[in-house]
């Protein structure tokens, strides 16, 4: 959000999609905005932090089925009380349970997190590593995602769901713009199909052994003998 003046929803509209947005006609804060295909009903949730960057949906999957859809900015200038608040928020939405798919994506700008133990020596980014496992979600991002001149490259950006197969083929594409953030592309499965490899299996214990011995019992000496010279019979026996 770096306009030279106060953007609106019309400006930002895209045909076959809804336009939601969050805090985008101020001059504070980066702003939200999600696009939703109109083919989905989708309704805005309720937060208990209305001023805060975040901006929740609610959509309507098969059945009762519900996906909470959730994109977050966490400013690396909020203070801690400031941290408190939004997880909390982000927590008491996603054990909800009427949302029975969650997907959250956003820049929370952790820092020095190692994804790969979910480790931390940054207090703030604590916070957020137990909010996340409160909610028991999965963390799908793993490589860097934003990178500025000589600046050391920094995972800032994350996928979070409820499912840990929900997220496959991620791509970190080229940042927009004047941004130094990747754009990230990623499919989301809200349902899968699982197959199983068809193996071919004897049941040994459904076999008929009381005949296959009556069929084995033969004078194979007298068998043999008539045909020891005769390799090839021997092998038909």
Sequence with gaps: KNASYYLTTSELQLA???TYTHNLATDTGRGILI?????????VCDSE???????????????????????IYRSPANSIEDDLRLYTSMTNMCKNSVYTHQLICGDFNPTGVDW???????????????????????QHVDQPTRQRGNDDPSLLDLIL??????????CYNSPLGFSDHAVI????????THTRDRIL?????????QAMRSDLDL???????????????????
């Design 116 to 138: 790969d133990t979910w480790v931390t020596h940054d207090a703030r980014s604590q916070l957020l590593i137990e909010s996340i496992r409160d909610c028991y979600l999965f």
């Design 185 to 192: 592309s990623f499919n989301y499965q809200c349902y899968l």
């Design 201 to 209: 299996k004897y049941q040994y214990h459904k076999g008929n052994y």
């Design 49 to 71: 932090l209305d001023g805060e960057e975040q901006l929740w949906l609610q959509i309507r999957l098969q059945d009762n089925d519900i996906l909470l859809f959730g994109c």
């Design 161 to 170: 769901t409820n499912e840990e197969n929900m997220i496959s083929e991620i």
């Design 16 to 18: 076959g999609y809804d």
């Design 219 to 237: 004078d194979w000496d007298t068998l043999f003998t008539q045909c020891q010279d005769d390799p090839e019979q021997q092998l038909v026996i």
């Design 35 to 43: 696009y939703v295909d109109n083919t989905l009903q989708a309704t």
